[in-house]
């Protein structure tokens, strides 16, 4: 790294292994969206994962950032929404469109932005330091007021950390390596335990609606696999009225006459559409076929791509 700059984030590797272990950290695994800051002399500017600008969305977090941050470095972090205690990206999802900092502040959704890593600092490129280290000048960096909060870690005891997040209903816990440099793209050195099943899959079709529903009655969703789509099952719960209508129109606007799907899929009358939109879905296993049991629709995800999206395996 040359300069401030955005850089690809770390991706945490999804294991079923619980361990406790002193050269590792523990996190609590928040449910939002990945953002990388950068600054250099000038304004903060917010980066998602795949590197879309998201400071209209969250302005409060940019002034923040701006007033706390010093002129030059690049941050890593989660923003988030909470629903009671807990995280949720459901709760934040009227944020994740909007486009214009009226209208993000309107919504009366309270975000913040969880900081766990340093990049870059004061003329100091940070990523080949341990991340101890990193986590130190992280500390030193910023002054943590709302809504800029630490993400706190905890040393050496993993799998008792694991069953207290279980325990809250926290999405899950993070390893990480302490004395590890920062990885951009997926590492080993960052691991994810989830207390429930979720990922990102790909809306390739919807269904017609029954009774008095409106707009659609279910996605049917998929996965890249072997230089195909591959089909996952069909998701009809997790939304409320407004957003069958909302999503419905941008369904509409992408439908096709053929499957994006390899395979057959069981669903007579389906609509296929242009599959590039991105859903966040929870649920609780995979079955033998490969299809999704008890699938719930958590919100669209704008900051991965459709191409990216490949199914979750330890």
């Not at 590797?13 to 600054?39: H, M, N, P, Q």
């Not at 590492?187 to 029954?210: H, M, N, R, Y």
């Amino acid at each position: 790294m040359t300069g401030p700059g955005w850089r690809e984030p770390t991706l945490a590797t999804l294991t079923e292994r619980r361990f406790s272990a002193e050269d590792w950290i523990f996190e609590r695994k928040l449910d939002g969206v990945r953002a990388i800051c950068v600054r250099d002399s000038g304004p903060p500017v917010l980066y998602s994962r795949n590197r879309k600008v998201m400071d209209n969305a969250y302005p409060e977090i940019v002034e923040a950032l701006a007033a706390q941050g010093g002129p030059r470095f690049v941050a890593d972090g989660e923003i988030v929404a909470f629903d009671g205690a807990n995280t949720s990206f459901a709760a934040l999802q009227p944020r994740i469109h909007v486009s214009d900092p009226g209208r993000a502040r309107a919504t009366g959704v309270r975000v913040y932005y969880y900081l766990f890593d340093l990049l870059y600092f004061d003329d100091q490129d940070t990523t080949s330091l341990p991340l101890r280290q990193r986590k130190a000048l992280l500390r030193e960096a910023f002054d943590f007021a709302d809504p800029l909060r630490l993400s706190a870690h905890r040393n050496a005891e993993g799998e008792k950390f694991f069953e207290e997040a279980c325990r809250r209903g926290w999405e899950g816990v993070l390893a990480k390596r302490a004395d590890a440099p920062y990885h951009h793209g997926r590492s080993p050195d960052w691991l994810k335990f989830k207390c429930a099943l979720g990922q990102e899959l790909v809306i390739g079709g919807f269904t017609d609606p029954q009774g008095a529903r409106h707009g659609f009655g279910a996605l049917l969703l998929g996965y890249h696999e072997d230089g195909g789509l591959k089909y996952a099952g069909k998701v009809g719960t997790g939304f409320d009225e407004k957003l069958l209508s909302s999503l419905h129109a941008r369904l509409r606007q992408r439908e096709t006459t053929r499957s994006p799907f390899a395979g057959p899929v069981p669903e007579r009358g389906a609509h296929w559409v242009r599959p590039d939109l991105v859903a966040q879905i929870g649920f609780s296993e995979w079955t033998r076929d490969g299809r999704l049991r008890h699938p719930r629709f958590a919100g669209l995800r704008e900051d991965k791509k459709a191409a990216d999206v490949v199914r979750e395996r330890p």
